[in-house]
């Protein structure tokens, strides 16, 4: 602005400096012609006088009094008489203006300027009494002529008035620069500076305010953002078109195991090289959706890849990363539960049906009706125990539990229990054993008598003849805890990840000479789950299995 000023100034001053000298030397030039003409008119008006009263004076005695030229031109436009004694060889001048005006009106004049434009002649002609012409011209220097002879003053003078007019317009821009510099245009409403800038000031006031405003708004989202992505289980990352990495959450940086100065502003292919990764990058860039699960670190992760457009364009991309081993351990053990259900209630049912069938067709006979019909009713009781078991386990996954919490003593549960599974126990010539003191936990009865109930059925199940069972219900550290010990036939290692899954069996040799759902251990699991309590398993094959379940 400063700059501009200046200019704007130095100019002015220039066009002032060179307007100034044009019209003064249009002004002295025509005061130095109107004297050459004043002169000459004078001169005219002189010799006229004399001559008519005179009539045969000789006009060579005027010709050594005056510069100017002498000429006498008779009516008719010959020339009668010229002071450089060419009048014999001079044209007739019945045609030049001013003898043509001084013929109309008694005085007449003209200028004619010589082709250089260096030099011009001014004729004055009066009439005299007898009708001749008597014409005196002189040769004067014409506007360009006096000004090319005073051209280098001018040119000094104009250069002096410049430069001065230029250190006076960087004085006075530096003075009206100043006030305006020195506003603050934070506060611009408390500035006096010029009367002329208040309308911009209040603008740029209310621009302020409206941009604060606007900051304001930004940053409450942005905290907001960044609020919700940091608490994100899942991570994203946001890049431009050039795939370099402009945003990110903590769980991205979880997930792909790299540090914030690995991550910011980072070609996104140099932190993870993977083939499903550099597909999900490219096909974003390229405008288009991606969506699938990666392996990384032991884990899957659904990435998801969309671009992200500005008026059609693709300006960059936006990457998801979900965690979905759960759910895919989930769907596995969906799909095997769907098969090992089918299988388990086909079995049953295949059973009840051939020995129903060979009933109906009379081809049993009379005495073995009544072993049929306990085969029968032995599958079907088993049938409707899987059942209840499935849903059991369906209501503990989705925490459907009617009953109310209550104080339960786990020591009287496991003394009740024992009695229940005494008979079993005897037939087996297995001898359990309740230790432990009384032990109160608080938790829905029904659920934990079946846990326990599971645990210890399962020990004299899978023992040997003869063999031991070992419950204990104590306070360990504070927390609650029951605990079932035998000495049968123990878990082999590769199962031991397993024994709580649907449906799965232990000792798979002898599953068919041992009755069970193969849900027991799955409904002790997730009736922990629901107690918060968790599950211990210490287990040698042919020595015996120890479960403690710490409330």
Do not use: W
């Not at 001048?93 to 002649?121: D, M, V, Y």
């Not at 430069?163 to 003075?175: D, F, I, M």
């Not at 919700?228 to 795939?243: A, P, Q, R, V, Y």
């Not at 230790?435 to 109160?440: A, D, E, F, I, V």
């Amino acid at each position: 602005m400063k700059r501009k000023i200046f200019l704007n100034m130095s100019y002015i001053a220039l066009i002032t400096v060179v307007c100034t000298t044009v019209f003064l030397s249009v002004v002295a030039y025509g005061r130095y012609m109107s004297q050459v003409k004043e002169g000459i008119q004078n001169e005219a008006g002189y010799m006229a006088e004399s001559l008519n009263q005179h009539e045969n004076q000789s006009l060579d005695a005027y010709k050594d009094i005056t510069i100017s030229r002498i000429t006498l031109i008779a009516a008719d436009g010959k020339v009668l008489y010229d002071s450089t004694g060419k009048e014999k060889s001079m044209s007739n001048h019945r045609n030049r203006k001013e003898f043509k005006e001084a013929e109309k009106n008694g005085a007449g004049e003209s200028t004619r300027i010589s082709k250089t434009l260096k030099k011009q002649t001014y004729y004055y002609a009066v009439k005299l009494s007898d009708g001749s012409v008597l014409r005196l011209s002189r040769e004067t220097q014409t506007i360009f002529n006096q000004v090319e002879g005073v051209l280098p003053v001018l040119i000094l003078m104009m250069a002096v008035v410049f430069v001065l007019a230029l250190a006076l317009s960087r004085l006075l821009t530096g003075r009206i620069i100043e006030p305006i510099n020195r506003i603050n245009l934070e506060h611009p409403e408390d500035e006096n500076t010029y009367d002329e800038l208040s309308p911009l000031l209040v603008r740029i006031h209310r621009q302020n305010e409206a941009i604060k405003e606007k900051i304001r708004e930004i940053k409450e989202k942005q905290i907001e953002f960044t609020t919700i992505t940091e608490n994100m289980s899942e991570g994203f990352l946001i890049l431009n078109d050039k795939s370099v990495v402009l945003s990110y959450n903590t769980s991205a940086l979880r997930i792909l195991d790299i540090r914030e100065d690995q991550c910011s502003n980072q070609n996104v292919l140099s932190i993870n090289r993977s083939h499903e990764f550099r597909r999900a990058v490219e096909a974003a860039l390229n405008g288009e959706a991606f969506e699938e699960v990666m392996e990384f670190r032991e884990r899957k992760y659904l990435l998801m890849a969309n671009p992200v457009t500005v008026s059609g364009a693709v300006k960059g991309a936006v990457l998801m990363m979900i965690d979905v081993t759960e759910k895919e351990e989930r769907e596995e053990l969906r799909k095997e539960f769907s098969a090992n259900v089918s299988h388990e209630l086909k079995t049953p049912l295949t059973t009840i049906s051939g020995y129903a069938e060979l009933m109906k067709d009379g081809l049993v006979k009379q005495e073995d009706v009544g072993r049929f019909s306990e085969k029968i009713y032995t599958e079907a009781r088993r049938l409707i125990s899987m059942i209840e078991g499935i849903i059991k386990l369906s209501r503990l996954d989705e925490n459907q539990i009617i009953q109310e919490k209550e104080e339960v003593d786990l020591y009287q549960l496991a003394l009740e229990i024992k009695n229940s599974l005494s008979m079993k126990a005897a037939e087996e010539g297995i001898d359990i054993q309740v230790l432990g003191s009384p032990c109160k936990v608080s938790g829905v009865r029904q659920i934990l008598y079946e846990m326990l109930y599971n645990l210890m059925e399962n020990a004299v199940k899978y023992n040997d003849r003869g063999g031991h069972v070992f419950v204990t219900a104590a306070v360990m550290e504070g927390r609650a805890a029951v605990i079932v010990e035998d000495d049968g036939i123990g878990i082999p290692p590769e199962d031991a990840d397993r024994i709580f899954e649907r449906f799965y069996r232990g000792d798979k040799s002898h599953s068919s000479e041992r009755e069970g759902t193969g849900l027991g251990l799955s409904i002790v699991k997730h009736g922990a789950k629901y107690h918060g309590a968790k599950i211990e398993v210490e287990s040698e094959v042919g020595r015996g299995t120890k479960i403690a379940v710490i409330f």
